[in-house]
């Protein structure tokens, strides 16, 4: 990224100067990206609101033009960015944290397009909502000279498992056209109550989101929801449980969650979408976490073009509640 001047900063994760006009030119990287999603990344800590109105007032100019929000960025794009008061940008937890430090241990692949992390149960994966950090926070701590750092996809808070996170503006579109073509294949293991049926591969349900004053998410079936599928593979079974391999076809909301409370066997320790007395059985055994984990990931990579397969390993938890079950 450019910029013609010299009290601007270029580092896609920190806040411009604010009380001059900024003059930047988008770099072949930002090719394709929307404008309004360019601001709201370029200019840290600033409202949604206030940069919708500067670029409905026109203030933003490309090329000496006014643009809609919905603008497609070209390479050597002049965009002009107007003063505007920001909020401090809060600083990176520091590398030398032992939370942050620990992160490294759960990196299973790392290029310099991508990373692939298995991320522990608990670890949200952006900080807010009183969390100091999360985890694209940590990383960045972590590689503090990476200039692009986004997170890929989501994972609830309490699911585990493989993440993608991009290193470079190009891998993430590459990476986002997968998952809207459903040419990545996701694959997670959930720890479900009583006996799976063995003829019952998929369950085709619509979801509707719903957020409650406090600010939870709660997720339900209804006719008024968006189409939702996913398919499953039995893996184990066991006296009062079955493990199931969960594929989602579409990317919903708590979508494996629901879907599997909806055919009637709800995930082992889920706090929403549970099952109180099947929680205790496997509380009993040690379990005390959501048995919910993204345990494979198959995609083409975004620089080679080579279809690669990444798996991450059970934690210890996991490992131990599938090895009682055995017994």
């Given at each position: 990224m450019k910029t013609?001047?010299?009290?601007?900063?270029?580092?896609?994760?920190?806040?411009?100067?604010?009380?001059?006009v900024q003059i930047v030119e988008a770099e072949p990287d930002l090719a394709g990206q929307r404008v309004d999603n360019f601001l709201r990344t370029?200019?840290?800590g600033v409202p949604k609101s206030l940069i919708y109105r500067i670029l409905r007032k026109g203030e933003v100019r490309v090329n000496k033009k006014r643009v809609k929000p919905e603008y497609k960025l070209a390479a050597g794009d002049i965009i002009r960015i107007p003063p505007v008061r920001v909020s401090e940008t809060p600083e990176l937890p520091s590398p030398k944290l032992?939370?942050?430090?620990?992160?490294?241990?759960?990196?299973?692949?790392?290029d310099n397009h991508l990373i692939v992390f298995n991320k522990p149960s608990g670890l949200a994966v952006h900080g807010g909502s009183g969390l100091s950090f999360g985890l694209i926070e940590g990383l960045r701590a972590l590689?503090?000279?990476?200039?692009?750092?986004?997170?890929?996809?989501?994972?609830?808070?309490?699911?585990?498992?493989?993440?993608?996170?991009?290193?470079?503006?190009?891998?993430?579109?590459?990476?986002?056209?997968?998952?809207?073509?459903?040419?990545?294949?996701k694959r997670y293991h959930a720890l479900v109550a009583g006996q799976w049926p063995q003829n019952r591969f998929k369950v085709k349900a619509?979801?509707?989101k719903n957020i409650l004053q406090s600010g939870e998410r709660l997720v339900s079936v209804s006719e008024q929801g968006k189409p939702s599928e996913t398919r499953y593979r039995i893996l184990q079974q066991f006296d009062n449980a079955t493990l199931v391999e969960a594929s989602p076809i579409t990317g919903?909301?708590?979508q494996i969650r629901v879907h599997c409370l909806h055919a009637g066997h709800p995930i082992a320790c889920d706090d929403k979408y549970g099952d109180a007395e099947f929680d205790k059985k496997m509380k009993a055994v040690g379990l005390n976490r959501l048995f919910l984990h993204a345990a494979s990931l198959r995609l083409t990579h975004p620089n080679t073009e080579e279809v690669v397969t990444f798996t991450a390993p059970y934690d210890e938890q996991l490992s131990h509640t599938v090895n009682a079950l055995k017994k």
């Open positions: 013609s001047d010299p009290s601007a900063v270029t580092s896609q994760e920190t806040t411009p100067a604010t009380s001059q370029y200019l840290k032992e939370r942050i430090a620990s992160l490294e241990q759960h990196i299973l692949f790392e590689r503090p000279d990476a200039k692009f750092m986004e997170l890929v996809h989501r994972l609830d808070r309490d699911t585990s498992g493989c993440i993608l996170v991009a290193k470079k503006r190009s891998a993430l579109r590459h990476m986002h056209e997968q998952l809207r073509n459903s040419q990545m294949d619509p979801l509707q919903r909301t708590h």
